[in-house]
């Protein structure tokens, strides 16, 4: 059993931290919402008043936070965490944010002689509460080491990417794919329709195709084919368009400060944020077919 300090008891992070207590961790959290603390103490977690009192003394630490200021402003502010963690502690950032934010704080980490890997996460809410998450880990090979008995706790597939921020730009090249691909097969579909094309008849054959993707496959945005795909309840999320938009922010900002091409990316998050800022931010991301076949 091991001492473990989890900040950002959120939708993804109240689950994460839970599978911690019940792997029989000592799991103290924080967050600055009431309901999230008071959730979390339900399940047998110990909130703390304070994020230095959730980090100190801890073997671990996990932060669940929404974007790459938060998690500077945790790690790298006064009674922050690297303010107050134990050198012998590992620190495991789960947060999907900029590359450049995780290399600061890794590298901060570092300076300190703490042991840091970026650690964000694929497979949603419902990958968080069943323990089957993918953690995508940027790292030395010793905080690796040190971080992974941790993630095995939360997730089923730990894959350790590379050095510091190599977490990070995997998430966001993965997801640079999904938002691309899934506008891809939307269009298929709208354009299907108009030539009269069944739903379940482009399916069959795409799905067997060269076609083939997992926008197609596991996450089809029609109703029918793939029963599970939030298309069949009216795209209720799953993950949302305001999520897509993030991640696809995130990459365009990688891509520019590295001198990238990527400009079906650009595309990608354009529609995104057409479709967001239409109202649709809380809708699951493939719902983005309905602006598509309505736009001229
Ligand atoms: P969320 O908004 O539900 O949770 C974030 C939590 O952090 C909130 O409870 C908030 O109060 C807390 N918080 C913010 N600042 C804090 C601080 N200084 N100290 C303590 N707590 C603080 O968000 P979420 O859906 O859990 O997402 C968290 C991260 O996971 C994001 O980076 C997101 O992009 C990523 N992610 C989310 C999903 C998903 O499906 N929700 C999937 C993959 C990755």
């Not at 953690?135 to 690796?144: D, Q, Y």
């Not at 938009?245 to 998050?269: C, F, I, M, N």
């Amino acid at each position: 059993m091991a001492r473990i300090g989890f900040i950002g008891l959120g939708n993804m992070g109240g689950p994460m931290a839970a599978n911690l207590v019940k792997a029989g961790h000592e799991v103290t959290g924080y967050d600055l919402v009431q309901a999230a603390l008071d959730k979390f103490a339900g399940i047998g977690g110990r909130p703390a008043a304070a994020m230095a009192d959730a980090v100190a003394g801890a073997d671990a630490v996990v932060t669940m936070l929404p974007a790459g200021q938060h998690v500077r402003d945790a790690y790298l502010g006064s009674g922050g965490i690297l303010a107050a963690a134990a050198t012998h502690a590992v620190l495991i950032d789960c947060s999907t944010i900029d590359v450049d934010s995780a290399r600061a704080v890794g590298a901060a980490a570092a300076e300190r002689g703490i042991a840091m890997v970026d650690a964000p996460v694929s497979g949603g809410v419902g990958g968080a509460e069943a323990g089957t998450l993918t953690f995508m880990v940027g790292g030395p090979e010793n905080a690796f080491a040190q971080a992974k008995p941790y993630l095995e706790c939360m997730g089923k597939t730990i894959v350790h990417a590379g050095a510091s921020g190599t977490g990070q730009a995997a998430k966001i090249c993965n997801n640079m794919i999904l938002g691309i691909s899934m506008i891809a097969v939307c269009e298929a579909f709208a354009l299907a329709e108009k030539l009269g094309l069944d739903h379940q008849k482009l399916f069959d054959i795409s799905s067997k195709s060269s076609g083939q993707c997992w926008s197609l496959t596991t996450y089809c945005p029609v109703p029918g084919p793939v029963p599970t795909s939030p298309a069949n309840r009216d795209y209720k999320p799953g993950f949302t368009a305001a999520m897509m938009l993030k991640d696809l922010r995130l990459a365009q900002e990688a891509s520019q400060v590295a001198g990238a091409q990527t400009p079906l990316g650009a595309h990608a998050q354009a529609l995104y944020a057409e479709f967001a800022e239409a109202g649709n931010g809380g809708v699951d991301f493939s719902g983005i077919i309905k602006m598509l076949r309505e736009r001229r």
